[in-house]
């Protein structure tokens, strides 16, 4: 029953948030504080957005671009888990290989991804890798860390435990680390998703030709920023979309086990 | 076989400047087959014992050999029954006693049979395929034990393994045991709070002092048993009225008692 109550409740005051940052919005352009060129009503954007559901524009509709940035960014995000996730483990549990790759790793995850677009462009030009390797280098980090927290923090007892019942480390790894670090992973998944998705669009908007980055730099080009604000609105859109799915696996997941909260 | 034997066993731990003496001098063997329950204060390290001989740490000085080996690491020769049980909250009741024998192992169809029957010694056949957190803390318990005793161990080391239950389920848990033990006779270390539990499970009963922890006294109570007849009752209770138990008891009581005395003082 409460929390029914409660749900209702941020349903309420989400939407009021909501309306009240669209009118504030719609207040600034209509109101000509700000010139429409600079800043498009709410309903302009929204025109637009519909427009471009099914009308080409840079070479393409707004879900084609989209299909294409998702495409890039399902490789790079898995490309990131399925590299990341064994590694972090690994190091949680090798300790020598903790010692050996944690340095450069820390070194490494505080350059910002965009900054390997020069490399991304000169290795592999307009091709898929650019964008990929970009993603990657966002959406990387927290699979390692997060698998790596996991693996750390598991309760020394049921490690314990596997050791008494004679466990080799392999066995270890994948059916007592893995398990015990699932939740921790999942929300490195997310962490990762959301960068890896922000990286994305950084990446296209110099280094591709589809895709919506490059939808926005086109619109930009052409002065018309209902398309840029449009392609705003899908990388929201899909970001959040990315995350409520993600969030769902926790909670599914998290129910599996009776850690319901 | 299964021979356990401390060797002037002392366990420091903190640093070298403030160092903290947990075990010193502890002597004490434990023959093949034999029940040994080890009672004394809280804090007085018999944990730090049961994990010495688990391989899940070291001695600062002295030896802890089993069959005149040092131990190095843990062997599923030496099962551990943890207090809080240790469970895997992701395996089934089936998987956490499966895991043991896969990593002997052990063939798929001879898994099935050997934790067949060990699930209807522990009166668990129905909760099979429930996760841990679907069961009591008697039953969890159950699995915890189950899980070490499919795998037949030499050595069963078990620390407080009732002292999360009910009185009632516990006395259950005590008489399987007993029934555990007679059926399948192991070298068992056993740790425990209530003195009744180990008067009524062990052959020996060690004493243990308060901080640095040593052994005070050893008891036996294997030959009063034999003695007394112990056996002929089905029931603990029955046995717990009788004078040779009382008496017993009362002994450990005391001596227990005045650690507390000197530990108060
Ligand atoms: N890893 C450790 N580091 C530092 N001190 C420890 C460690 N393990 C145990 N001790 C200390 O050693 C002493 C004995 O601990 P131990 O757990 O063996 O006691 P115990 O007899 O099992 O107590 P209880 O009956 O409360 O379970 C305690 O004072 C404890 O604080
Ligand atoms: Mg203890």
Redesign the interface.
């Known amino acids: 029953m409460p929390k029914r109550i409660d749900f209702t409740r941020s349903l309420v005051l989400g939407l009021g948030g909501l309306i009240a940052f669209l009118g504030l919005w719609y207040g600034l352009s209509a109101s000509g504080i700000v010139p429409p060129l600079f800043l498009p009503t709410p309903f302009e954007v929204l025109d637009r957005f519909i427009d471009l559901l099914d009308r080409r524009f840079a070479g393409a509709t707004l879900p084609a671009h989209l299909a294409a940035s998702f495409e890039r960014f399902a490789y790079g995000f898995l490309l990131a888990a399925i590299v990341g996730i064994p590694l972090g483990l690994l190091m949680g549990w090798f300790r020598i290989l903790d010692e050996i790759v944690s340095p450069i790793f820390d070194g490494l995850r505080f350059i910002a991804p965009i900054a390997w677009v020069p490399f991304a462009a000169l290795w592999f030009g307009t091709g898929i890798g650019g964008p990929i390797l970009i993603i990657f280098a966002g959406a990387f980090p927290p699979c390692v860390i997060n698998a790596y927290r996991g693996a750390k923090f598991v309760?020394p007892?049921?490690i314990?435990?596997?050791?008494?019942?004679?466990?080799?480390n392999r066995?270890v790894i994948t059916?007592?680390l893995l398990?015990?670090s699932?939740p921790s992973i999942i929300s490195g998944l997310r962490v990762s998703a959301g960068l890896g998705w922000q990286s994305l669009v950084g990446a296209e908007l110099i280094v591709a030709s589809t895709g919506v980055g490059y939808m926005m730099v086109q619109g930009q080009a052409n002065l018309s920023t209902t398309t840029v604000m449009s392609g705003m609105i899908a990388i929201g859109l899909v970001g959040l979309a990315l995350d409520t799915a993600l969030r769902f696996a926790e909670r599914l997941i998290e129910r599996r086990?009776?850690?319901e909260t | 076989m299964g021979v356990i034997r401390f060797d002037n066993v002392g366990r420091v731990f903190g640093s070298k400047a403030k160092p903290f003496v947990a075990l010193k001098d502890i002597n004490l063997e434990v023959s093949n087959k034999e029940f040994v329950a080890i009672v004394g204060p809280s804090g007085c390290g018999k944990t730090t014992c049961l994990r010495l001989v688990?391989?899940?740490d070291f001695p600062s000085s002295g030896r802890v050999l089993v069959d005149e080996t040092e131990i190095r690491?843990?062997?599923?020769e030496?099962?551990?029954v943890?207090q809080?049980f240790?469970?895997?909250?992701?395996?089934t009741v089936y998987a956490n006693i499966e895991?043991?024998l896969?990593?002997?192992n052990v063939a798929r169809a001879e898994r099935e049979d050997r934790i067949r029957q060990i699930l209807e010694l522990m009166n668990l056949e129905p909760y099979r395929d429930h996760?841990p957190?679907?069961l009591s803390g008697g039953m969890q318990q159950r699995v915890a034990i189950a899980?070490a005793y499919v795998?037949d161990p030499e050595v069963l080391l078990m620390d407080e393994p009732f002292g999360a239950l009910d009185a009632q389920t516990r006395v259950v848990m005590q008489e399987e045991l007993v029934r555990l033990a007679r059926r399948n006779p192991r070298t068992v270390l056993f740790i425990t709070h209530a003195v009744e539990e180990a008067v009524y499970l062990a052959d020996r009963v060690a004493i243990m002092t308060r901080a640095p922890g040593r052994i005070k006294e050893v008891l036996d109570v294997r030959s009063i048993r034999e003695a007394e007849k112990w056996d002929s009752y089905e029931k603990i209770e029955d046995v717990m009225d009788l004078e040779s138990f009382v008496h017993l008891r009362t002994h450990i009581w005391r001596s227990l008692r005045e650690e507390k005395a000197a530990a108060a003082a």
């Open positions: 309760d007892r049921l314990e435990a596997a050791n008494m019942l004679g466990t080799p066995r059916e007592i398990p015990a699932v086990r009776g850690m | 688990a391989g899940f690491r843990p062997r599923p030496r099962a551990v943890f809080q240790a469970l895997f909250p992701w395996k895991l043991g896969r990593n002997q996760f957190h679907q899980r795998l």
